[in-house]
């Protein structure tokens, strides 16, 4: 994505996060654009983008308008999320791994590796474009390795509750050290479960995720918290 819309999504997610668009509120393009000083076409892939978030959801007849969610909601979801995870990885671990899915799961550490080097000469901010999509092909390889269907259509629903997805992105630059730190230990998460899928070791793999999720759900947490807190500061 451009900078551009790197910089409108990340500017509307935080006007929802701190509470300045409300839940309920119609997203008027043509205000968003006046507001953030770019034309409708970023505002538009935007509104998709934070949609697929869960932010976001459609009008019966047109456009978008913010999705009524709470904190305790988004949490309910995580914590469904890391045991349906979790049963994933032990599933993949007692099967194996396909040469495939351990190559992809590689590749998504080494990219995570490299933009955490990357961040640490950037003033510690991460490239959000980049490790959330690398993040989601992690979780969606483990959740295939397990080849449970019904366990991925399980997962698919709960990711639907608003920040709730393993794609749904929660960094938007404004706290780059805390930011950094969660993503240092999420990436440390993500190689010790490869480890223990590799080893076979089902029980590890299936703890791991699970408080993978947990250290998750509480980071969304105190993101949302210092966001509204300096909002009202």
């Known amino acids: 994505m451009s900078s551009q819309i790197d910089y409108t999504i990340n500017a509307l997610r935080g006007k929802i996060l701190e509470g300045e668009l409300k839940p309920g509120e119609r997203m008027v393009e043509l205000e968003l654009s006046a507001q953030l000083s770019v034309s409708r076409t970023p505002i538009r892939i935007a509104l998709g983008e934070l949609e697929k978030e869960g932010l976001l959801e459609h009008l019966p007849t047109r456009g978008f ?4 969610f709470t904190v305790q909601e988004i949490a309910n979801a995580v914590d469904v999320r890391g045991a349906l995870e979790g049963m994933a ?7 194996g791994l396909s ?4 190559s992809e799961l590689q590749a998504c550490i080494s990219e995570g590796r490299e933009l955490l080097d990357k ?8 490239d959000a474009a980049r490790w959330v999509p690398m993040n989601a092909r992690f979780h969606n390889a483990l959740v295939l390795a397990a080849r449970n269907t019904t366990l991925a259509s399980a997962l698919a629903h709960v990711s639907k509750t608003p920040m709730a997805g393993a794609g749904a992105l929660s960094l938007n630059g404004m706290l780059p050290m805390l930011e950094y730190s969660f993503i240092q230990r999420a990436q440390s998460d993500h190689e010790d479960v490869l480890t223990a899928l590799l080893a076979a070791e089902g029980t590890r793999a299936e703890a791991l ?12 947490r105190e993101l949302i918290a210092r966001l509204q807190g300096s909002k009202t500061a």
């Open 89 to 95: 990885a032990r599933l993949a671990a007692e099967q």
């Open 99 to 102: 040469p495939e899915t351990s």
């Open 119 to 126: 961040a640490q000469s950037d003033g510690h901010l991460i």
């Open 209 to 220: 995720m699970r408080e993978h999720a947990h250290r998750s759900r509480n980071n969304k």
């Open 65 to 68: 308008r913010v999705r009524q």
